[in-house]
């Protein structure tokens, strides 16, 4: 069985035989009950893959879906212009990037959709509105925009340069309200991140995404459900429970505690975080695979600036407004916790609207605690420090 550990190319895991834990029935829902939408999910956890199998579908490639479930689900498979916008693999630290990178690809649609360049006469905004009015006409279908990690351009110089900070926020809040005035022109955008911004910054100015985060339709959209893992790995479970010398079920209940219990919705249907387990079953060995990839900068830095004590955040119910509408505040670490996947939803208070937060696993927990008593934290005494 081959694990597609690291790679976010859907046509490639199909076309290379890789395991693919197949999520396209969600996505046929998603496609066909909205237009724009916002998904932040945390790092590693398949946010690009979903970018990827939805910039095929849109492409119209029938037969890379040969065999999943939107076979039967889709009669059409209609090619429509498909806009992919990543900030994966850019650092935003310095200035003129963000610019850098934006004027490169609507430069390259321009020349697609043969329109004279307008760099220098028109704004970033302004010029991405005539390509989506070009495409559109051209091919008489409405675009569909993809934005892959959106708010990568502002976390990277969170809290070192606010200057630069503004600047990029102004930049994407420009570029983003594009969506309002070419909405005509539009069949399709989804915007995936770490965080959620408030309405304020970089969502302003134009028609609200919907936020799916926390839908419980679309809570299974990324990440391993415990269903698929008795659907799709098996004979791989089974094996590493001969080298962990233990029973299958055994098995299962050790990736539970290390790799499960991350929840997103109020549903509270227990996820896997993909990266750690899909590298486990290669591995055939239960190891900190998500952690061990690094803390990122922003989150160091924001906790960094944090008086508050680990057992503060922990074992404790917060409304929805506390962990969910971010506002980048030094002073409120809590939401950028959250979001990032260290903190995880464990129960939730229907009389109150109100949720349990505390760590996901084994895996983040003991991560966590190691990054305190490197002076990242205060420690507390609870925590061992």
Same mark, same amino acid.
């Given at each position: 069985?081959?694990?597609?550990? !690291?790679?976010?190319?859907?046509?490639?895991?199909?076309?290379?035989?890789?395991?693919?834990? *197949?999520?396209?029935?969600?996505?046929?829902?998603?496609?066909? +009950?909205?237009?724009? %939408?916002?998904?932040?999910?945390?790092?590693?956890?398949?946010?690009?893959?979903? #970018?990827?199998?939805?910039?095929?579908?849109?492409?119209?490639?029938?037969?890379?879906?040969?065999?999943?479930?939107?076979?039967?689900?889709?009669?059409?498979?209609?090619? %429509?212009?498909?806009?992919?916008?990543?900030?994966?693999?850019?650092?935003?630290?310095?200035?003129?990037?963000?610019?850098? $990178?934006?004027?490169?690809?609507?430069?390259?649609?321009?020349?697609?959709?043969?329109?004279?360049?307008?760099?220098?006469?028109?704004?970033?905004?302004?010029?991405?509105?005539?390509?989506?009015?070009?495409?559109?006409?051209?091919?008489?279908?409405?675009?569909?925009?993809?934005?892959?990690?959106?708010? $990568?351009?502002?976390?990277?110089?969170?809290?070192?340069?606010?200057?630069?900070?503004?600047?990029?926020?102004?930049?994407?809040?420009?570029?983003?309200? #594009?969506? =309002?005035?070419?909405? =005509?022109?539009?069949?399709?955008?989804?915007?995936?991140?770490? &965080?959620?911004?408030?309405?304020?910054?970089?969502?302003?100015?134009?028609?609200?995404?919907?936020?799916?985060?926390? *839908?419980?339709?679309?809570?299974?959209?990324?990440?391993?459900?415990?269903?698929?893992?008795?659907?799709?790995?098996?004979?791989?479970?089974?094996? @590493?429970?001969?080298?962990?010398?233990?029973?299958?079920?055994? @098995? %299962?209940?050790?990736?539970?505690?290390?790799?499960?219990?991350?929840?997103?919705?109020?549903?509270?249907? *227990?996820?896997? +975080?993909?990266?750690?387990?899909?590298?486990?079953?290669?591995?055939?060995?239960? *190891?900190? %695979?998500?952690?061990? &990839?690094?803390?990122?900068?922003?989150?160091?830095?924001?906790? +960094?600036?944090?008086?508050?004590?680990?057992?503060?955040?922990?074992?404790?119910?917060?409304?929805?407004?506390?962990?969910?509408?971010? =506002?980048?505040?030094?002073?409120?670490?809590?939401?950028?916790?959250?979001?990032?996947?260290?903190?995880?939803?464990?129960?939730?208070?229907?009389?109150? +609207?109100?949720?349990?937060?505390?760590?996901?696993?084994?895996?983040?927990? !003991? !991560?966590?605690?190691?990054?305190?008593?490197?002076?990242?934290?205060?420690?507390?005494?609870?925590? !061992?420090?």
């Amino acid at each position: 069985m081959k694990f597609p550990i !690291g790679i976010q190319s859907f046509e490639r895991i199909i076309q290379e035989g890789y395991i693919y834990v *197949d999520k396209t029935d969600i996505i046929y829902d998603l496609t066909h +009950n909205g237009s724009i %939408y916002f998904l932040s999910r945390p790092r590693r956890f398949g946010k690009s893959l979903l #970018v990827s199998t939805l910039e095929n579908y849109y492409s119209g490639r029938k037969e890379l879906f040969s065999g999943l479930a939107i076979e039967k689900m889709e009669t059409e498979w209609n090619e %429509y212009p498909v806009f992919h916008v990543d900030f994966n693999a850019t650092n935003f630290t310095k200035e003129n990037t963000l610019e850098q $990178k934006l004027n490169l690809y609507i430069s390259e649609w321009e020349i697609k959709y043969c329109l004279p360049s307008a760099e220098g006469r028109y704004d970033l905004g302004d010029r991405f509105i005539k390509v989506l009015e070009a495409a559109h006409l051209q091919t008489g279908r409405r675009a569909v925009v993809l934005v892959d990690e959106y708010d $990568k351009p502002i976390l990277d110089v969170l809290d070192v340069d606010n200057n630069l900070e503004d600047q990029h926020r102004n930049i994407l809040k420009a570029f983003y309200s #594009v969506f =309002k005035g070419a909405d =005509k022109h539009l069949q399709f955008v989804l915007l995936t991140g770490v &965080t959620k911004f408030s309405q304020v910054s970089v969502f302003s100015g134009f028609n609200q995404p919907k936020d799916i985060s926390m *839908d419980v339709r679309y809570e299974a959209l990324c990440g391993i459900t415990q269903e698929e893992i008795g659907k799709y790995f098996t004979e791989p479970v089974s094996q @590493m429970a001969v080298e962990y010398q233990c029973t299958p079920d055994e @098995m %299962y209940k050790l990736l539970k505690k290390q790799y499960d219990g991350y929840h997103f919705s109020k549903r509270m249907t *227990d996820i896997y +975080n993909p990266f750690s387990l899909l590298n486990a079953l290669d591995k055939m060995s239960i *190891d900190d %695979y998500w952690f061990s &990839t690094g803390t990122p900068t922003y989150l160091i830095r924001l906790l +960094n600036h944090s008086h508050e004590r680990m057992n503060e955040f922990t074992g404790k119910y917060y409304t929805p407004a506390e962990f969910i509408d971010y =506002k980048a505040d030094v002073e409120r670490p809590l939401p950028m916790i959250y979001q990032s996947g260290y903190l995880t939803i464990k129960a939730y208070d229907r009389d109150f +609207n109100t949720f349990l937060l505390d760590f996901p696993n084994n895996e983040v927990k !003991g !991560g966590f605690l190691t990054m305190v008593a490197s002076s990242y934290l205060q420690p507390s005494e609870e925590t !061992g420090g």
